[in-house]
């Protein structure tokens, strides 16, 4: 049995940020996945949960015009809608290696932001698309880049009577996308190392490359310096040897060395090198 | 205290439960469905599989308020009069059932799939019951069950 709380249903946002200003203990609660774990794990004990999810500005998963998700949206619904797979297929990979069906169908994507796990398997993908957040709290709206968001494991610059209202993706034009994600086990297990990825060559160079690296580093990044060092380089040759170089270099600078390198770093070269 | 009402098996539910129970605890304690097992209790082995609006959830991970104005069915839904469904009589044909635990989950996540995709291939059956554990059969055999269902 899981320890008392109450839990509230806002009907619509601003029902919901009312409650998430004037409550005390609170936690947000979306798929539940994660938060109902924790809760049975004494790891989190809120008094007042809000559950997101019957909230009518956020029924509606995605509108394709502006490319906005829903913080609602499931990863069932990212990874088997027909426009997410279209405009955002490297997103549609990534959410449907995700858990299982059964979790997949009940977790949300702004859950899987504002729980800011650094095996988050939408994450990668979210930034290659350059996702920005629109964030509300009672009578206040900011927007901010999923890339700055995420802070630590586990923290983000969520505050604590704040919303992930809206999670807008920036859609790439001409560019072959990719998702791949290394566990234990191929269902269930946490992801030990995932990698997505946007390229764009022209005339047998690279235009434009952009890789997120997850469950590497505290914070899942963008390989800023390697994607940089690409541009213009010629396809067939030495560059892309010196960008895996880069980003495996960057990933020791922040972790220091692990044990986990051993097979990690490997891993995510191979996987570069068949991406790029 | 909250009211739900909701759909079970085909029939009107209506129930007064407390915020924090979960739809595992509701549907066992109040409705005597007692085909819902807990086993994880975390949302990995999937033996408290129901489907919610058809679509396979761990009962374990969801809080009963969600349930409310949804469909709920679970194993109970698929035998009419004592007649197993062609899905469960699949199972029994082909020994995919051992010591039982895993099975009615296992049931409703081949149930949910099979009314997606008609006649899935090998690797549809692998992901449609990947949140399923079974540790006596080993798999094969649930998976031979769950193709043979898709042939009637």
């Not at chain 1, 949960?49 to 029924?59: A, N, V």
């Not at chain 2, 099979?114 to 549809?124: A, H, N, R, S, V």
């Given at each position: 049995?899981?320890?008392?709380?109450?839990?509230?249903?806002?009907?619509?946002?601003?029902?919901?940020?009312?409650?998430?200003?004037?409550?005390?203990?609170?936690?947000?609660?979306?798929?539940?996945?994660?938060?109902?774990?924790?809760?049975?794990?004494?790891?989190?004990?809120?008094?007042?949960?809000?559950?997101?999810?019957?909230?009518?500005?956020?029924?509606?998963?995605?509108?394709?015009?502006?490319?906005?998700?829903?913080?609602?949206?499931?990863?069932?619904?990212?990874?088997?809608?027909?426009?997410?797979?279209?405009?955002?297929?490297?997103?549609?990979?990534?959410?449907?290696?995700?858990?299982s069906p059964?979790?997949?169908?009940?977790?949300?994507?702004?859950?899987?932001?504002?729980?800011?796990?650094?095996?988050?398997?939408?994450?990668?993908?979210?930034?290659?698309?350059?996702?920005?957040?629109?964030?509300?709290?009672?009578?206040?709206?900011?927007?901010?880049?999923?890339?700055?968001?995420?802070?630590?494991?586990?923290?983000?610059?969520?505050?604590?009577?704040?919303?992930?209202?809206?999670?807008?993706?920036?859609?790439?034009?001409?560019?072959?996308?990719?998702?791949?994600?290394?566990?234990?086990?191929?269902a269930?297990?946490?992801?030990?190392?995932?990698?997505?990825?946007?390229?764009?060559?022209?005339?047998?160079?690279?235009?434009?490359?952009?890789?997120?690296?997850?469950?590497?580093?505290?914070?899942?990044?963008?390989?800023?310096?390697?994607?940089?060092?690409?541009?213009?380089?010629?396809?067939?040759?030495?560059?892309?040897?010196?960008?895996?170089?880069?980003?495996?270099?960057?990933?020791?600078?922040?972790?220091?060395?692990?044990?986990?390198?051993?097979?990690?770093?490997?891993?995510?070269?191979?996987?570069?090198?068949?991406?790029? | 205290?909250?009211?739900?009402?909701?759909?079970?098996?085909?029939?009107?539910?209506?129930?007064?439960?407390?915020?924090?129970?979960?739809?595992?605890?509701?549907?066992?304690?109040?409705?005597?469905?007692?085909?819902?097992?807990?086993?994880?209790?975390?949302?990995?082995?999937g033996?408290?599989?129901?489907?919610?609006?058809?679509?396979?959830?761990?009962?374990?991970?969801?809080?009963?308020?969600?349930?409310?104005?949804?469909?709920?069915?679970?194993?109970?839904?698929?035998?009419?009069?004592?007649?197993?469904?062609?899905?469960?009589?699949?199972?029994?044909?082909?020994?995919?059932?051992?010591?039982?635990?895993?099975?009615?989950g296992m049931?409703?996540s081949a149930?949910?799939l099979?009314?997606?995709?008609?006649?899935?291939?090998?690797?549809?059956i692998r992901e449609g019951i990947s949140g399923n554990?079974c540790?006596?059969?080993?798999y094969?055999?649930i998976m031979?069950?769950v193709?043979?269902?898709?042939?009637?």
């Open positions: 049995m899981l320890p008392r709380f109450r839990c509230l249903v806002p009907k619509n946002k601003k029902e919901a940020l009312d409650m998430l200003k004037d409550e005390g203990n609170t936690r947000v609660l979306a798929g539940g996945t994660d938060l109902l774990v924790d809760i049975r794990k004494y790891t989190c004990c809120p008094e007042t949960l809000i559950d997101i999810t019957r909230i009518r500005e956020f029924k509606r998963p995605f509108d394709r015009v502006s490319g906005i998700l829903s913080p609602a949206a499931t990863h069932a619904f990212a990874s088997g809608s027909g426009e997410i797979k279209q405009d955002f297929p490297a997103l549609a990979l990534g959410c449907a290696q995700v858990g059964q979790i997949r169908n009940m977790a949300t994507i702004g859950g899987n932001i504002a729980n800011a796990c650094p095996a988050a398997d939408s994450v990668p993908p979210l930034l290659i698309y350059d996702t920005r957040l629109t964030i509300e709290s009672q009578g206040e709206e900011r927007e901010e880049a999923l890339e700055g968001f995420l802070l630590s494991p586990y923290r983000s610059s969520l505050k604590r009577d704040e919303l992930i209202t809206a999670i807008k993706l920036k859609k790439l034009k001409g560019y072959r996308f990719g998702f791949k994600r290394l566990s234990i086990r191929a269930l297990s946490i992801g030990r190392l995932s990698v997505a990825w946007a390229v764009k060559e022209r005339s047998g160079a690279y235009e434009d490359v952009k890789i997120a690296v997850g469950s590497c580093t505290p914070v899942a990044f963008r390989a800023r310096e390697a994607e940089m060092f690409l541009k213009e380089k010629p396809v067939c040759g030495g560059a892309v040897k010196e960008a895996e170089e880069m980003i495996t270099a960057g990933i020791r600078e922040k972790t220091g060395e692990r044990p986990t390198h051993a097979f990690k770093l490997p891993i995510l070269r191979n996987i570069l090198t068949e991406a790029l | 205290m909250q009211k739900i009402c909701f759909q079970l098996n085909g029939e009107k539910a209506e129930a007064e439960i407390e915020d924090y129970l979960t739809l595992l605890e509701v549907l066992r304690d109040r409705f005597s469905i007692l085909s819902v097992k807990e086993g994880c209790g975390i949302g990995e082995c033996a408290c599989t129901v489907l919610l609006n058809e679509r396979p959830v761990y009962a374990c991970l969801t809080l009963a308020v969600k349930a409310d104005g949804c469909d709920v069915k679970t194993t109970e839904y698929l035998s009419k009069d004592g007649t197993l469904h062609p899905l469960q009589e699949a199972f029994v044909k082909s020994g995919a059932v051992q010591c039982g635990y895993c099975t009615p049931l409703m149930y949910a099979l009314q997606e995709e008609k006649t899935p291939t090998e690797e549809m554990l540790r006596c059969t080993g094969i055999q031979e069950a193709k043979d269902a898709s042939q009637i």
